[in-house]
């Protein structure tokens, strides 16, 4: 009685235990951890805000995509790879909000655990939507939250990047990263990043940005770094204060239009309180020419990158050419309210373009009539044909002439 009480008893904890967050990946308690922190640098400034277009946004909303103060990178992703035990996943990286607030993603990165989740709540008092679309990720959701205070939560079974947009907005757009272990982190507006109690090992460190990819050359304790689409090795020691830089150099702003060009370069937003950093604070002016595209959007492991342009490694970042004055020429346009350029990139198959003002999220109610109209002609078509085709006595005219009897209007008597 008592065995079976217990053997009960285990059953029923198999069964509803707590799911186990970060596939193969162990909480231990870690002792004698170290710190990786560092900066990460973008040699290009860019607009602090992005013309909107929507009257529900107003004229411009802020600039999510790539946030740049003083050279500074804001919400680049840093995060080892291959920690097999290590700290406990934080309640906050479990169960994670997503606010679409003023028509921006808030944050612009959600980190999520393994096998955790993610409210997605509307803020604003227009219809906002969230869409995902990663096979490799099992993910597939393309939803509206139609009013404001609307949620939805999704959970998010397999690590790995993947970008998340809004399909009543082009210009919304953020990204997600669910992570394999807790040694995940976002930078700051001051671009600064640390990682604590890291336990002796060795991993890799990926500095990853959802629109610039992996084109960082990253240095650890002043040493300049391959990145390869893995991420870069890293040896871990006991106690140990690790300091990883990372320079991104090309790229531009794909997609979104600057409003206005005397609001171009650094400094436009203020930056949020600064973490202690041996770094001095790099000078950077903005470097207009672009020669290189980006190749972001794609997920880091399809591409095999080789040696980054040796760029100027974390504190001295791109060496700077003439001042601001011009906006960056390759920006392009996406939800501007001018009649002029279509709208390109941006979007995969999913979305419905219209009229180059954006994307329509639902299916469009307006065509219910015509289908309704179009439905009686190829009934008024088949009747006589079936009539002219003198199908007299078969089964299908038995059929039809005992359907047609059951529909009352049909069959009334004058
Ligand atoms: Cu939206």
């Given at each position: 009685?008592?065995r079976?009480?217990i053997?009960?008893?285990?059953?029923a904890?198999?069964?509803?235990?707590?799911p186990?967050?970060?596939?193969?990946?162990?909480?231990?308690?870690?002792?004698?951890?170290?710190?990786i922190?560092?900066?990460?640098?973008?040699?290009?400034a860019?607009p602090?805000?992005?013309t909107?277009?929507?009257?529900?946004?107003?004229?411009?909303?802020?600039?999510?995509?790539?946030?740049?103060?003083?050279?500074?990178?804001?919400?680049a992703?840093?995060?080892l790879?291959?920690?097999?035990?290590g700290k406990?996943?934080?309640?906050?990286q479990?169960?994670?909000?997503?606010?679409?607030?003023?028509c921006v993603?808030?944050?612009?990165?959600?980190l999520?655990?393994?096998k955790?989740s993610?409210?997605?709540?509307?803020s604003?008092?227009?219809?906002?939507n969230v869409?995902?679309?990663?096979?490799?990720?099992?993910l597939n959701?393309?939803?509206?939250?139609?009013?404001?205070?609307?949620?939805?939560?999704?959970?998010f079974?397999?690590?790995?990047?993947?970008r998340?947009e809004?399909?009543?907005?082009?210009?919304?757009?953020?990204?997600?990263?669910v992570m394999?272990?807790?040694y995940?982190?976002?930078?700051d507006g001051?671009?600064?990043?640390?990682?604590?109690?890291?336990?002796?090992?060795?991993?890799?460190i990926?500095?990853w940005h959802?629109?610039l990819?992996?084109?960082?050359?990253?240095?650890?304790d002043?040493?300049d770094?391959?990145?390869?689409?893995?991420g870069?090795?890293?040896?871990?020691?006991?106690?140990d204060?690790i300091?990883?830089?990372?320079?991104?150099?090309?790229?531009?702003?794909k997609?979104?239009?600057?409003?206005?060009?005397?609001?171009?370069g650094?400094?436009?937003a203020?930056a949020?309180?600064?973490?202690?950093?041996?770094?001095p604070?790099?000078?950077?002016?903005?470097?207009?020419?672009?020669?290189?595209e980006?190749?972001?959007?794609?997920e880091p492991?399809?591409?095999k990158?080789p040696?980054?342009?040796?760029?100027?490694p974390?504190?001295?970042?791109?060496?700077?050419?003439?001042?601001v004055a011009?906006p960056a020429?390759?920006?392009v346009?996406v939800?501007?309210?001018?009649?002029?350029?279509?709208a390109?990139?941006?979007?995969?198959g999913?979305s419905?373009?219209?009229?180059?003002?954006?994307?329509?999220p639902?299916?469009?109610?307006?065509?219910?009539?015509?289908?309704?109209?179009l439905?009686?002609?190829?009934?008024?078509?088949?009747?006589?044909?079936?009539g002219y085709?003198?199908?007299?006595?078969?089964p299908?005219?038995?059929?039809?002439c005992?359907?047609?009897?059951k529909?009352p209007?049909?069959?009334?008597?004058?």
């Amino acid at each position: 009685m008592l065995r079976n009480g217990i053997v009960a008893t285990s059953l029923a904890c198999a069964l509803f235990a707590v799911p186990a967050f970060g596939k193969g990946y162990k909480e231990i308690e870690v002792k004698n951890g170290s710190v990786i922190r560092g900066t990460v640098t973008y040699g290009k400034a860019q607009p602090a805000v992005i013309t909107a277009g929507q009257p529900e946004c107003g004229p411009t909303v802020d600039n999510p995509n790539i946030t740049v103060i003083n050279g500074r990178l804001a919400n680049a992703v840093v995060l080892l790879t291959g920690v097999k035990k290590g700290k406990a996943f934080l309640e906050s990286q479990k169960k994670v909000l997503s606010d679409q607030k003023k028509c921006v993603f808030n944050p612009h990165v959600a980190l999520v655990a393994e096998k955790g989740s993610i409210t997605f709540r509307n803020s604003d008092p227009a219809m906002h939507n969230v869409k995902v679309s990663n096979p490799t990720m099992r993910l597939n959701f393309n939803e509206g939250l139609a009013k404001q205070g609307d949620t939805m939560t999704k959970s998010f079974p397999k690590a790995g990047k993947t970008r998340m947009e809004c399909a009543a907005h082009s210009f919304m757009r953020a990204h997600i990263v669910v992570m394999e272990n807790p040694y995940a982190t976002v930078t700051d507006g001051n671009g600064h990043f640390v990682l604590t109690d890291v336990p002796p090992g060795k991993y890799k460190i990926e500095v990853w940005h959802g629109d610039l990819g992996l084109e960082a050359v990253v240095s650890v304790d002043g040493k300049d770094k391959d990145q390869s689409p893995s991420g870069t090795k890293i040896k871990v020691g006991k106690n140990d204060d690790i300091i990883v830089n990372a320079a991104f150099a090309g790229g531009t702003l794909k997609g979104l239009t600057p409003p206005d060009p005397a609001k171009f370069g650094s400094g436009e937003a203020p930056a949020p309180a600064a973490k202690p950093d041996a770094k001095p604070e790099p000078k950077v002016e903005p470097a207009p020419t672009a020669k290189k595209e980006p190749k972001a959007k794609k997920e880091p492991k399809a591409k095999k990158e080789p040696k980054a342009k040796k760029a100027a490694p974390a504190p001295e970042p791109a060496p700077t050419p003439a001042p601001v004055a011009t906006p960056a020429p390759t920006v392009v346009q996406v939800a501007a309210p001018t009649p002029a350029a279509p709208a390109p990139a941006a979007h995969d198959g999913h979305s419905k373009k219209v009229d180059g003002k954006g994307v329509k999220p639902f299916a469009d109610r307006s065509a219910l009539p015509k289908l309704l109209i179009l439905l009686i002609i190829l009934g008024g078509l088949v009747t006589p044909a079936i009539g002219y085709f003198g199908i007299h006595d078969s089964p299908l005219r038995a059929m039809i002439c005992k359907a047609t009897e059951k529909i009352p209007f049909l069959n009334k008597k004058s």
